[in-house]
């Protein structure tokens, strides 16, 4: 059984970091994937970025190329996204998503299972 519980979102001034995380059970073992979602208010929710849980690999949305990383630390079951030069259009609830699949995708319809999610919100 797959669950993924999001933590450190927060307000924070344009220009600013944050770092979330994701704790995921149920992850290590298997073709897993886990990413990034985000929605805003009146938008659809988007993809953010994602990494394969086994080999690190990762893919970023390029909005959010150069100034995000995703990482994960297999120990600690536990996934994260740093995230840097914050701009006041990042403001979201940020999802931590997971995926079982053979070759990643960008798509929500292919991630089965989903945190609860996190407010970021940057302001200008």
């Known amino acids: 059984q797959v669950q993924l519980v999001e933590s450190g979102g927060g307000l924070v001034q344009a220009g600013g970091s944050l770092r979330l995380s994701c704790a995921a059970s149920g992850v290590t073992s298997g073709r897993y994937v886990l990413g990034w979602f985000r929605q805003a208010p009146g938008k659809e929710r988007e993809f953010v970025t994602y990494i394969i849980w086994t080999s690190g690999i990762t893919y970023y949305a390029d909005s959010v190329k150069g100034r995000f990383t995703i990482s994960r630390d297999n120990a600690k079951n536990t996934m994260y996204l740093q995230m840097n030069s914050l701009k006041p259009e990042d403001t979201a609830f940020y999802y931590c998503?997971?995926?079982?699949?053979?070759?990643?995708?960008?798509?929500?319809?292919?991630?089965?299972?989903w945190g609860q999610g996190t407010q970021v919100t940057v302001s200008s």
């Open positions: 998503a997971a995926q079982a699949r053979l070759l990643p995708t960008t798509r929500i319809r292919d991630y089965g299972y």
